[in-house]
Structures are given as structure tokens and as C-alpha cells.
């Protein structure tokens, strides 16, 4: 009788130490591939926290509406200038596609980098308005309003929650923290910006109550 039990328990032994060293090598490469494409098909994880999102969309909101931001996102179609947020000087327009009209168009004087010097054009290969068929104006918005505005789809050139999480590290949102001489830089770092900006969205992407 002794026998006959000892058998199975050796083979338990044996199968067992041949799935752990399978389940450590299915680890291994499982952790592996997760490295080689955290950045390409990650997809946002929302946990909802309503006292967190909107404390979060209010340091949000002092960058979107600062000059840096908002000088490009005015409520008429003339783009705005300076830390005061005057009306752009020789008033180019924002055109169909946002890049101007006829003649008056950004890239005239907007080069792909700042121009040196005090009242200088800043640059960037891309540099334009958001287009007439979406404004996504930010100037005059309240933070219930801006909030609500920039997670719909119909007015934020159509980004999900993915598109809306890479939007903190595109080219013209980078702009703002490379203004040129003699601009002032937006309220928070870049990286702040982005850390308020993705857990606004990942708390839920609640709008602060009021207007
Ligand atoms: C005729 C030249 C010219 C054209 C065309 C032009 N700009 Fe400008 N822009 C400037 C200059 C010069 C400045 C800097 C003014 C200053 O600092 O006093 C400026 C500044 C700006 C600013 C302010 C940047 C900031 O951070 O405060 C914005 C925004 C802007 N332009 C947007 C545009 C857009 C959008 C277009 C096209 C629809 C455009 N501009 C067309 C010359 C031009
Ligand atoms: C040179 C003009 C320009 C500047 C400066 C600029 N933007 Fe924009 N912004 C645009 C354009 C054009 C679009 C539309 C392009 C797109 O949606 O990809 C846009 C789109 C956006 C959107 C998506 C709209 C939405 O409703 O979700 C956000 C968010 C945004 N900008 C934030 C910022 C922030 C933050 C800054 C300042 C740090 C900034 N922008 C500075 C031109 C500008």
C-alpha cells in the first residue's frame, strides 16, 4: 500500500516544478512583450473619483486658459497675442483649415522654429488655429463649459479618451512651454500639466459644478 501511494506523489512533485518553471517562463515573456508596446496599445483605465477629476481639471483650466494656450484658441477667428491676450496685430484670419487666408497665411511669418528677439513671431512646423467647422474655442468658457466641450467628440476634432491622453504631447501643447523670448510660460510645468490632465480624464473627466 505504501508503494502504491508514494508514486503519485512523486509525479505531483514533478508536475508541479514543470508548471512553475512554465508559469515563470510565461511570466517572463508576457512582461517582455508588455515593455515592447506599453506606449502603442495601452488603453486608459478609468477609475471614477469625482472630487479628484475636477480638482484635477481646475489646474487644467488655469493652463488652458493662460496666453500661451488660449492666444490660439480665441472665441472670434482672429488669433490672439501677447500675455494680455490682445487681438493679433494686422488681424490674419483663421481661414477654413485654421493656417490663414490668401495671403495672410501663419506660415508667412510663423517659421518651424522661434524666430530670435523680442516681438518676434514664435514658430513650429504646424503652427495654425483649430479649423472653422471646430473651433474648440477656450476663450470666455467657464470650467463647467471648457470641460464639457473637451471631452465631446463633435467639438474636439473627435478624440476618445486615448487621443485626449496623447493630445498633452503634441507639438503645438509643447509650444506653449518654448514661447519665445519675452512670453510668460504657462501657470505649472509641462509635466504637472500632464499628470492634472490625465488624471482628470482617468477620475472620470468630471466638469466642476456651476455655469
Ligand atoms: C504678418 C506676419 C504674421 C502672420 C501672417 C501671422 N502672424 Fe501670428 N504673430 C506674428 C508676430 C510678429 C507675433 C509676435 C507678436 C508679439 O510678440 O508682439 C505673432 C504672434 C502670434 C501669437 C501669439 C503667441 C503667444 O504665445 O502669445 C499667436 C497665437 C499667433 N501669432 C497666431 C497666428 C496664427 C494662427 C496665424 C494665422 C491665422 C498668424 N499668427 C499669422 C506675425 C504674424
Ligand atoms: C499655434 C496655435 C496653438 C497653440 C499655441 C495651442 N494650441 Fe491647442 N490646438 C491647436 C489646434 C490647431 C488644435 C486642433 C488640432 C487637433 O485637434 O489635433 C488644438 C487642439 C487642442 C486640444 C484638443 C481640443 C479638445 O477639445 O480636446 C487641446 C486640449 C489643446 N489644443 C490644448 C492646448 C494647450 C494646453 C495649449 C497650451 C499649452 C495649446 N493647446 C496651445 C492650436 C494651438
Not at 114 to 134: C, E, F, R, V
Amino acid at each position: 500500500m505504501k508503494h502504491q501511494i508514494k508514486i503519485p506523489v512523486k509525479a505531483f512533485a514533478v508536475v508541479s516544478v514543470l508548471l512553475m518553471t512554465v508559469g515563470i517562463m510565461a511570466f517572463a515573456l508576457h512582461s517582455d512583450d508588455k515593455k515592447s508596446k506599453v506606449h502603442a496599445s495601452m488603453l486608459p483605465v478609468v477609475k471614477k473619483d469625482s472630487i479628484a477629476s475636477v480638482k484635477a481639471f481646475k489646474q487644467v483650466y488655469t493652463v488652458l486658459t493662460s496666453a500661451r494656450c488660449m492666444n490660439c484658441h480665441p472665441s472670434g477667428n482672429i488669433p490672439l497675442q501677447g500675455d494680455d491676450s490682445h487681438l493679433h496685430t494686422m488681424s490674419p484670419q483663421r481661414g477654413i483649415d485654421g493656417k490663414g487666408v490668401y495671403a495672410m497665411k501663419c506660415s508667412n511669418c510663423h517659421q518651424p522654429t522661434n524666430t530670435p528677439g523680442l516681438h518676434t513671431p514664435p514658430g513650429n512646423p504646424n503652427w495654425h488655429l483649430p479649423p472653422a467647422n471646430m473651433k474648440m474655442v477656450f476663450q470666455g468658457r467657464t470650467p463647467r463649459q471648457l470641460a464639457e466641450q473637451l471631452i465631446d467628440p463633435k467639438q474636439n476634432g473627435h478624440k476618445d479618451l486615448k487621443k485626449l491622453i496623447e493630445h498633452a504631447d503634441d507639438g503645438l501643447v509643447l509650444s506653449g512651454w518654448n514661447p519665445g523670448e519675452g512670453r510668460k510660460l504657462p501657470p505649472m510645468s509641462h509635466a504637472a500639466f500632464k499628470k492634472a490632465w490625465i488624471t482628470w480624464l482617468t477620475t472620470g473627466a468630471y466638469a466642476p459644478k456651476g455655469k
